[in-house]
């Protein structure tokens, strides 16, 4: 046993100016806790370990309700350095970004991910197209998220008379990983964790890098006892084991653990609500028109979430393969605290591998968020007001996927909206526009889309617009609104009307089933 140790022995292992790497996702599916707390703790009391370089795919946090995650770091003098593929949820840490207290990069979720299997392999980085003519683009932002941040770690290049991004390796001292049972010598197994995340690769990275791994468990058992077939991290990649405790090993910041996350167990589909009626529910319901039999989708963060509550709804949630970027395959992705896992999950693979996926184009739809829209057919998720919450894996579906769905009510901040008589009604609009002049960052281009020949819709609970090689066009209204009023008046720019310009489907704005099962 002589790999078990304290968490606080482990935070008494790293060193100034160490880079570490991180697991987790979102809220917390699979991150360390308790060696972060412990990490955090050391700091306030000592003062060490500083000047560290975090690496981390996606920021762990609880939207700063708590002291939890990542936000165990936000303490000045502890950081100096954050690669990231988002950070939104670690508040105090983004807001140390913000305030230019850190350099900070934002680079697409998938290109950290496979970051860390370049590293492993000794490869001097990411060579992809992904990240093109978006913010990551060096002749854009470089992925730089504030003034203090100045190296350039991402260039353009040419292979094959293309161009691409290149995002440089970087050596990595300390791995903290997490699992459910550990052996002595190492041996870890995954099958309590909601999503197998890149665990294996941060631990090589950090192995080839000459680097320590410290690895922290649900359960230590004896050399031998495990299931060989059951193991995903190999003892020779662990230095240090870390048993923690039950509350600093929940499945994610709120919930301790759910067996339908991991397959074992099958909750009946009926327990799952149906939505209310709402602007929500009608965009979710007029994207669910947009889903097709026998396809592979993927669904964003917030609003897209509803599609598949309506999917389920309307009883053709078989048509459709529903994966999350974590690593989930089928079953219905969960919201809130459990975004990233998925309940009756059919099938969990590590994050790498489904951006593998993701990158060659293997998605036939994908369903994204909708902040802001610019006449160019531009999004913006990832930064606002001068804010970064950073773009997670929106940059790798958006670029990759055949057809893109962007969902996301019309207008932003406080709102009364209703269906009465089968009518929207506007009683009051939100503050803010979306539909904008200029993006304030490109998130999606729009200009790629059209290179590549992607077919992209912009979906509202007033109107359904689509790119063109002109620019957005105008298609869909709902029945009751004002063209002028409601619509062009509420946009920074004109779009093109379509001179086949229809309502929105009557049953759209039922609150009742549409039917779809048995329109296709």
């Known amino acids: 046993m002589q790999k078990l140790i304290t968490a606080s022995q482990a935070a008494q292992l790293i060193k100034d100016n160490d880079t570490i790497a991180f697991n987790g996702f979102a809220f917390g599916f699979g991150f360390p806790e308790a060696l972060a707390k412990a990490l955090g703790k050391r700091y306030e009391q000592e003062k060490k370990p500083e000047n560290l370089t975090l690496l981390f795919a996606s920021g762990c946090g609880d939207s700063g309700k708590s002291d939890f995650g990542l936000d165990h770091f936000a303490q000045e003098g502890m950081v100096r350095r954050i690669v990231a593929g988002h950070v939104g949820l670690a508040k105090k840490l983004s807001g140390m970004i913000n305030e230019n207290q850190v350099e900070a990069y934002n680079f697409p979720q998938g290109v950290i991910t496979h970051l860390y299997r370049a590293i492993a392999g000794g490869k001097s980085g990411v060579i992809t197209h992904v990240g093109l003519k978006t913010f990551a ?25 293309k161009e691409q991004l290149f995002y440089r390796s970087m050596p990595i001292q300390v791995a903290l990983i997490r699992g459910t049972k550990i052996d002595e010598h190492g041996n870890m197994t995954l099958e309590k964790e909601g999503v197998y995340l890149e665990t294996l690769h941060i631990a090589q990275a950090a192995k080839n890098s000459g680097g320590i791994v410290i690895a922290q468990a649900e359960q230590v058992v004896k050399h031998g006892s495990l299931n060989v077939r059951e193991i995903e991290i190999p003892g020779m990649l662990v230095d240090y084991i870390v048993k923690a405790e039950q509350e600093d090993h929940k499945m994610n910041a709120g919930v301790q ?62 048509w459709t393969t529903m994966t999350i970027e974590a690593g989930s395959v089928g079953g219905v992705p969960g919201s809130g605290t459990n975004l990233g ?29 909708l902040a802001q829209a610019d006449e160019k057919g531009n999004i913006n998720v990832s930064k606002f007001n001068g804010r970064m919450v950073g773009c997670g894996g929106f940059v790798n579906i958006t670029q990759n996927t055949k057809r893109v769905v962007f969902c996301g009510t019309f207008t932003a901040g406080k709102s009364e909206i209703e269906v009465a008589d089968g009518k929207l009604v506007i009683k009051k609009d939100g503050q803010y526009k979306k539909f904008i002049k200029e993006a304030e960052q490109v998130t999606f281009s729009g200009e790629y889309a059209k290179e590549v020949g992607q077919e992209v819709l912009y979906v509202t609970e007033r109107a359904v617009f689509r790119l063109t090689e002109k620019g957005m066009e105008l298609i869909e209204i709902a029945p009751g609104i004002d063209l002028q009023k409601d619509i062009l008046d509420q946009m920074e720019f004109e779009p093109i009307i379509s001179k086949q310009l229809k309502e929105m489907d009557s049953a759209i704005f039922k609150d009742e089933v549409m039917g779809l099962k048995d329109r296709k």
Do not use: W
Not at 341 to 369: K, Q, R, S, W
């Open 137 to 161: 683009d060096p002749r854009l932002e470089g992925g730089k998220m504030n003034e203090k941040t100045k190296e350039d770690l991402v260039e353009v290049i040419q292979v094959d008379g």
């Open 257 to 318: 653990y759910d067996p339908s996350y991991t397959g074992e167990a099958v909750i009946p589909v009926e327990q799952i609500e149906p939505m209310k009626m709402s602007p929500r529910k009608i965009i979710s319901k007029r994207c669910a028109m947009e889903l097709e039999r026998n396809t592979i989708i993927n669904l964003g963060i917030g609003m897209p979430e509803g599609v598949a509550a309506v999917a389920l709804e309307e009883g053709i949630s078989d």
């Open 341 to 369: 896992g998925a309940t009756n999950v059919e099938v969990i693979i590590g994050h790498p591998n489904m951006f593998d996926f993701y990158d060659g184009g293997g998605l036939h739809i994908a369903f994204l968020g």
